[in-house]
């Protein structure tokens, strides 16, 4: 492919040249929105990068380590960008070694480049000045959401470009340059909002509050439902925080007509201007008097809505309302109030997207994880919690009956934060019931099969484990005894009714799926009357900064306090004393006591 023509046009090398950007340091807009391309799409490497004549500069270079603007490019002959400058389409390479278009670039041997994925970064004439793309040094299969993933994003760095180039324009005048600081630190602001949130009620409701009192005096923003598609407003923000209760009275009220101001830009996918807010606009879009009544409290005089588009198609909205004295919107707030509704769509899209797939591994988590049979002779609760910021992972527990009436307790934990770890705990799971309650083995002869099972099955990945089995008609005055074996995993508790709290010690074993002629070894304890057997993923207790010895010995010391509390309240009051603090890990666990 001959890409030299479209790398040289003149125009587009005077809008990279008008950029500004060549050969500048770092900058944290662009090293953002390259993390996030990395976070989402688990690639090793993220760009955004500008091309001029004859190099690649890489404006953001997530996954290199380099500050010298000299080590932050390589020559265009060498870059994947050319391709794109060529055809100013997207390109998605999953194996870049045997794909025709792109088995003769240096960089395959020079960079380990094997796929690579990128979008256009274009001037807001249309130019393509370079690329936004993702470097994964493992040949893979990309998905139609990772093309989506990086679509959006490389918007937001257009965006970014462009906010970069009207500046640079804007040098010329102090006042326009002033404006144009102020401006990129406010959108900057609300991208460092919005790319910092994890939830999408949460990073909306953050919006709103952003936006006053820069570009209004108070704010709505309303988001369609995932499921039914209705109108919700999800944000409000006022700069007069003791006007917060009138602007809850109006949302509450308010059932806007469709050929208001907001369904019509929702609808539309096109910003409303509304220099005065009259009487007959407000009679017009609030059919109801109270709703109108509860408006008037908050004395609008000029309303100005954008939409907030995701990839496709508009899916809300954020009014920006001036009270009458503060007047109509200037030119420059709704020049700024489009570009962060632009911006803060896209953004809003990742996370509505984060947000759908963490409801919908933690949907699959729990109904995965069942509630415990109601055993005879046992008291038994369990728990699951995912990690902070909504992290589902690979914890799971399993309660069930054998037909002898012995009951089996396991607790594991799958390695990794994602769908992949969720679906393998499935698997896991169900090959430990199936192969326990078909076989009703020793723990450690369950553990050694499961072992058998990962090997013949293929499934690749690495699990810790705790398996527990007991019969309670087996009870004596001492307690009732019970069997256990663990494969990695941190060991079961016995909390004695007089406080003490011990961990049962045994050697350490291997993890499941590390090698399946592992020899598995049962240990024999007694469950006392009145003790409580605890079970728990390292999630409860591990921390960065402790010692695994030292959180322990820090749960032990908490589950000390605990003894006498009814178990399902030990449970609770254990997760909200050191579980939930830090959460950075998820959390099963399984606590059982003899009745």
């Not at 094997?114 to 470097?135: D, E, I, M, N």
Request: proline share 6%.
């Amino acid at each position: 492919m001959d890409t030299s023509v479209r790398v040289g046009d003149l125009l587009r090398l005077s809008a990279v040249e008008a950029t500004g950007l060549l050969d500048t340091p770092a900058e944290e807009p662009f090293d953002r929105l390259a993390r996030l391309a990395s976070l989402l799409l688990d690639a090793p490497y993220a760009f955004v990068t500008v091309v001029d004549a004859t190099r690649s500069y890489w404006k953001s270079c997530v996954g290199i380590d380099a500050t010298d603007p000299a080590d932050r490019q390589n020559p265009v002959e060498e870059s994947f960008c050319q391709y794109v400058i060529a055809t100013e389409e997207p390109l998605i390479i999953g194996d870049a070694a045997a794909d025709p278009r792109t088995a003769g670039n240096p960089s395959i041997e020079s960079m380990g480049v094997a796929a690579w994925a990128g979008y256009p970064l274009r001037s807001t004439s249309g130019q393509v000045l370079g690329t936004f793309c993702v470097v994964d040094t493992e040949v893979r299969q990309w998905t139609e959401r990772d093309a989506a993933v990086l679509e959006t994003l490389a918007a937001a760095a257009s965006g970014e470009v462009a906010l970069r180039t009207a500046v640079a324009t804007a040098t010329t005048a102090t006042a326009a340059a002033r404006a144009g600081q102020e401006r990129l630190t406010f959108l900057g602001a609300v991208s460092d909002l919005l790319a910092g949130k994890s939830n999408a009620e949460e990073a909306v409701g953050a919006l709103a509050h952003q936006v006053v009192p820069y570009l209004a005096d108070w704010a709505v923003v309303t988001v369609l439902d995932d499921v039914t598609h209705e109108r919700r407003d999800l944000g409000r923000g006022h700069r007069d925080p003791t006007m917060l209760a009138a602007l809850d009275d109006y949302i509450a009220l308010h059932q806007p007509a469709e050929n208001s101001p907001i369904p019509t830009a929702i609808r539309t996918g096109e910003p409303v201007i509304i220099e005065t807010v009259d009487d007959a606009l407000i009679r017009r879009s609030l059919p109801h008097p109270e709703a109108r009544a509860a408006l008037a409290e908050l004395d609008p005089g000029s309303v100005a809505v954008f939409p907030l588009r995701g990839r496709d198609h508009p899916f809300g909205a954020i009014a920006l309302y001036n009270a009458a004295p503060r007047g109509r919107h200037t030119a420059e707030e709704l020049r700024v109030g489009q570009e962060m509704a632009r911006r803060a769509g896209a953004l809003l899209e990742n996370v509505r997207l984060h947000d759908q797939q963490r409801r919908l591994a933690e949907t699959l988590q729990r109904s995965l994880l069942s509630s415990p049979p109601a055993l005879g002779g046992l008291d038994v609760a369990v728990r699951y919690l995912p990690a902070a910021g909504n992290r589902v992972g690979g914890d799971w527990y399993d309660v069930y009956e054998e037909p002898d009436g012995s009951t089996v307790l396991v607790i594991g934990d799958v390695v990794g934060h994602d769908l992949q770890a969720i679906a393998v705990m499935g698997q896991l799971r169900t090959m430990t019931r199936t192969i326990g309650y078909d076989r009703m083995a020793s723990p450690a002869e369950l553990l050694g099969r499961v072992d058998d099972a990962i090997r013949g099955l293929a499934v690749r990945s690495l699990c810790t484990a705790v398996v527990v089995r007991l019969r309670a008609a087996d009870r004596t005055d001492e307690g009732i005894p019970f069997t256990w074996s663990c494969a990695g995993h941190p060991p079961p508790l016995l909390v004695r009714d007089d406080g003490t709290a011990v961990a049962l010690d045994a050697a350490p074993e291997l993890l499941l799926g590390v090698r399946p002629d592992t020899r598995r070894t049962d240990h024999n304890a007694v469950l006392p009357p009145g003790a409580t057997l605890l079970l728990t993923t390292d999630g409860l207790f591990e921390r960065r900064h402790l010692a695994f010895e030292d959180a322990l010995d820090r749960l032990r010391r908490t589950l000390a306090g605990l003894a006498e509390h009814p178990i399902e309240d030990l449970c609770d009051k254990l997760i909200a004393d050191i579980g939930v603090r830090a959460g950075e890990d998820d959390i099963a666990l399984i606590a059982v006591r003899p009745v």
